[in-house]
DNA sequence: CGACGTCCCCTTTTT
DNA sequence: GGGGACGTCG
């Protein structure tokens, strides 16, 4: 076994601080490459080495099972355990095992379902056509994303206040949805959060118990959480345990999705926190780098405050390139990046951010002609794939035949007769008997009332697909499941079915490898739920890896969002322009610009030795020429640090950096294209005050976008609109 | 039932 | 510009 002293070795005064905590709650603010995750394991195996605790006294919680993955194989290379049975995963992962463990009292079915955020979809579009709402005035997405809201404010339908007919409205929705996800033995990602937290808070002896077992609790990502999570946390460590989190509310990213950094303080507060650790070193970056990465985020009010500095010296200027169109943007990366690797820069340590994915396609275009090998993340993942979702829904049904939504997947899928009248007489018998489809389905076939001869064909397939199931392993079942349905068959007949053919072959690898691996258990741990249902829970809860894996041997295109947590040589950063990247949408939202700071943040921090901020005059976006001007956070960064490759017009007198600005070509014309800044008050003789948000159009008649509030978002030609600045 | 046409909208994303 | 959703026609 290696000493404790090998353990802690090489850590930093303020790393070991945070390692070594006494058994009290704590703060620890982890800037970006300040060694966070190396904190967090070593303190799971300094806890555990030292006798504080056991590998199963504690509870480490991350976002991402991608995370999870990579504590846990830090910490078996510190530490010789068994990391098997550990309470280490994702908030939905650990959630999803209590309610498994305690099924009855949660008031589930042991085979409870997973609905994913497309299956949660469809399953909400099935309620409110039940229910004869209109979609229009209530589109489903915006539904939904009410549904998931009220969930992760912890509120049931009975709780949620509605103040309006509108919101009366969605409230019933909501309790309707509810209803059905019940009625049919299914949980969305949330249901699984607030449902653990409902049996937490009702069952005082199944709390009692994890309290006492979960002396030690670790949060990783804790700027991440939202209220839910946050209530669930403070649930499980009740008035004496530990809680460990770790955490930067600089790199707050997810604001958009119910991240509240306000946990942070109520945190320190709620748990008396006195243990405040701040990990300011970074390893990662040059000066230039990290001072120009201080320098926007400074702008941010109410941080919790913090600086990262480096030992490592200025090292390169940050290189900013104005080109003159988005193809000029692109060529000038490629360029880039050939000389780069001429330089001996591997591809695979390099990597070219955008603020949102529409940005990729004119990158990989030149990329593609440049005959640059490239990895776009983002995009599908394995089991989001349509092939895949259709040979789980039989999977599904044949695991609990009562989840509709599997059922209308695939009912007619491959065709098999059964139109959208049968369907409904199947759904119209279901409403009156108040029973699942598959219940209506098997009544009509035992009372030979068939809608159609295909659902009898259906029921039969599905009964034999049950019987052929017993005693057979995961992977026969898979490949049975899609011999039988016919889906082989169908996609063979189908010329352009070959990916498709290969990814359900994968799938039966999938499902193989997943049995033989859970004989040594490394996944969800449900031991209480068969391996069927255990495959299946994987495959919502772990839809595959979205986010890169460093090393490989090609340029790494991805959001800024994407980018969190990596770090390459050189990163490119594109589209730095107001509109994009602050992105135009964040001016309407409470803090939006704040947290749009915090993702170029981020994303300058990704960047160890060369970074480069790159922005166009004008772009196509949406069908559309636009013309942008150099994002605010452009003029963040001291000039000193920075160093303009090329600068063409300048359309803005008042730039940051001017001593770099050697060539003021057709400065003058494009200067007075813009006489409004973006972000700019003014005022409008009908529409009253207001602020540009963007210019649109061509350079002849340019049109000029303005939010004048309540009067609304006007776009108005520049030449007649007669604004003043306030 | 499926192929094709038209209309609409358009951040970021994990589970 | 382009993908997704929906509707119509063969």
């Known amino acids: 076994m290696q000493s404790e002293t090998n353990l802690l070795q090489g850590l930093n005064d303020k790393q070991l601080q945070a390692v070594t905590l006494p058994h009290l709650s704590a703060l620890i603010l982890a800037g970006a490459g300040s060694g966070k995750t190396r904190v967090l394991t070593t303190r799971i195996a300094w806890l555990i080495q030292t006798g504080q605790t056991s590998p199963m006294g504690l509870m480490a919680v991350t976002f991402t099972n991608k995370a999870a993955k990579e504590m846990l194989t830090r910490l078996t290379s510190m530490l010789p355990i068994n990391t098997r049975g550990m309470w280490a995963g994702t908030f939905h992962g650990l959630c999803n095992r209590m309610l498994r463990a305690h099924y009855r009292e949660a008031r589930l079915p042991s085979t409870f379902q997973i609905l994913d955020t497309a299956d949660q979809l469809s399953a909400i579009k099935r309620v409110m056509k039940a229910m004869n709402v209109d979609d229009e005035k209530y589109p489903p997405k915006q539904v939904m994303g009410y549904i998931n809201s009220c969930k992760e404010e912890g509120l049931r339908a009975e709780t949620v206040d509605a103040y309006d007919g509108h919101s009366q409205k969605l409230r019933e929705i909501y309790a309707a949805y509810d209803q059905q996800c019940n009625r049919e033995g299914v949980a969305d990602f949330a249901e699984l959060l607030l449902r653990c937290y409902e049996l937490l808070e009702r069952e005082p002896h199944i709390r009692a118990h994890y309290q006492q077992r979960f002396q030690y609790i670790l949060v990783d990502e804790f700027q991440d959480t939202n209220r839910l999570q946050y209530l669930w946390l403070k649930l499980l460590g009740g008035a004496h345990n530990s809680i460990f989190a770790v955490g930067d509310d600089d790199q707050s990213i997810y604001a958009f999705r119910g991240a509240r950094v306000g946990n942070m303080s109520d945190f320190q507060r709620d748990f008396n926190v006195q243990n405040i650790v701040k990990l300011e070193e970074n390893y990662r970056s040059h000066s230039n780098i990290l001072d120009a990465a201080n320098a926007i985020i400074t702008n941010n009010r109410n941080r919790l405050g913090k600086n990262l500095w480096t030992s490592a010296g200025k090292g390169e200027p940050i290189r900013i390139y104005e080109a003159y169109n988005d193809t000029d943007e692109a060529q000038f990366i490629v360029d880039e990046v050939n000389m780069l690797q001429k330089e001996g820069v591997p591809l695979g340590d390099m990597a070219l951010l955008y603020r949102s994915n529409a940005q990729s396609r004119i990158l990989e275009h030149t990329l593609f002609s440049a005959n640059i090998p490239y990895r776009v993340y983002g995009g599908l993942r394995f089991f989001e794939r349509a092939e895949i979702k259709h040979a789980l829904a039989y999977l599904r049904l044949i695991a609990n035949a009562n989840d509709d939504t599997a059922l209308l997947r695939i009912v007619n899928f491959p065709p098999r007769g059964i139109g959208a009248r049968g369907l409904e007489q199947l759904q119209e018998a279901a409403r009156q ?105 994987h495959a919502s809860l772990e839809a595959g890896d979205h986010q890169a894996d460093v090393g490989h041997e090609a340029l790494q295109l991805m959001t800024v969002h994407a980018a969190k947590g990596l770090e390459f040589h050189s990163v490119f950063i594109g589209g730095v322009e107001e509109g994009l990247f602050p992105h135009e949408q964040a001016a309407y939202e409470n803090g939006g610009l704040e947290e749009e700071r915090r993702l170029m943040y981020v994303a300058v921090t990704r960047a160890r030795q060369r970074l480069y901020l790159t922005y166009a005059q004008s772009r196509m976006l949406h069908g559309q020429v636009r013309y942008g001007i150099a994002s605010r956070f452009i003029d963040e960064i001291p000039a000193d640090l920075t160093k303009r490759l090329n600068s063409k017009p300048v359309a803005k007198p008042y730039a940051a950096g001017g001593q770099y600005n050697a060539q003021p070509v057709q400065a003058s014309s494009a200067q007075s294209s813009y006489p409004f800044k973006i972000g700019q008050s003014v005022r409008h003789g009908k529409f009253g005050e207001g602020v540009v948000v963007s210019y649109e159009g061509n350079a002849n008649d340019l049109a000029i976008k303005v939010n004048f509030g309540s009067a609304g978002l006007k776009t108005l030609m520049l030449e007649y609109a007669k604004l003043e600045k306030i």
Not at 456 to 482: C, K, N, P, S, W
């Open 433 to 537: 008997n108040e029973c699942s489809l598959w219940q209506a389905a098997t009544n009509k076939v035992g009372e030979g009332k068939l809608g159609s001869k295909g659902l009898d064909g259906f029921v039969a397939l599905i009964r034999q697909m049950v019987d052929h199931g017993y005693g057979i392993t995961l992977g026969e079942m898979a490949e049975m499941v899609i011999n039988l349905s016919g889906l082989m068959a169908h996609y063979q007949n189908d010329k352009e079915g070959e990916d498709r053919i290969e990814n359900l072959q994968e799938l039966v690898t999938a499902a193989v490898a997943f049995s033989n691996q859970s004989l040594g258990n490394h996944h969800n741990m449900d031991e209480d739920a068969d391996q069927l249902t255990q495959f299946l829970n």
